[in-house]
């Protein structure tokens, strides 16, 4: 399963929950997460990865630093894992 696959079912995943995602182009902030994910009084970050990849290390500390900031990042490399945050029931 490619990263893009994941992208696509946690984007459907959320609409189906009467949410809404965003694609987030990040300028001059390399590492930031891949994708803004709002919900009905919830909103985290989250960052894509294929199956079983890691978060370089930039990425790692740039999600230090909003979650500092009380920001919510997910790392997200399988379906399991979006149904773990993001349950359909």
Same mark, same amino acid.
């Given at each position: 399963?490619?990263?893009?696959?994941i992208e696509a %079912? &946690?984007?459907?995943?959320?609409?189906?929950?009467?949410?809404?995602?965003?694609?987030?182009? *990040?300028?001059?902030?390399?590492?930031? /997460?891949?994708? &803004?994910?709002? @919900? /009905?009084?919830? %909103?985290? *970050?989250? +960052?894509?990865?294929?199956?079983?990849?890691? /978060?370089? /290390?930039?990425q790692v500390r +740039?999600?230090?630093?909003?979650?500092? @900031?009380?920001? %919510?990042? &997910?790392v997200i490399d399988?379906?399991? @894992?979006?149904?773990?945050?993001?349950? @359909?029931?």
């Amino acid at each position: 399963m490619r990263e893009s696959d994941i992208e696509a %079912t &946690l984007v459907a995943r959320i609409k189906a929950l009467g949410g809404e995602c965003r694609k987030v182009k *990040w300028i001059g902030r390399n590492g930031a /997460p891949d994708q &803004l994910v709002m @919900l /009905p009084g919830v %909103t985290v *970050w989250a +960052e894509i990865k294929a199956p079983g990849q890691k /978060p370089r /290390p930039n990425q790692v500390r +740039e999600h230090e630093r909003m979650e500092a @900031l009380g920001q %919510t990042v &997910l790392v997200i490399d399988s379906l399991e @894992l979006i149904d773990k945050h993001f349950p @359909l029931n």
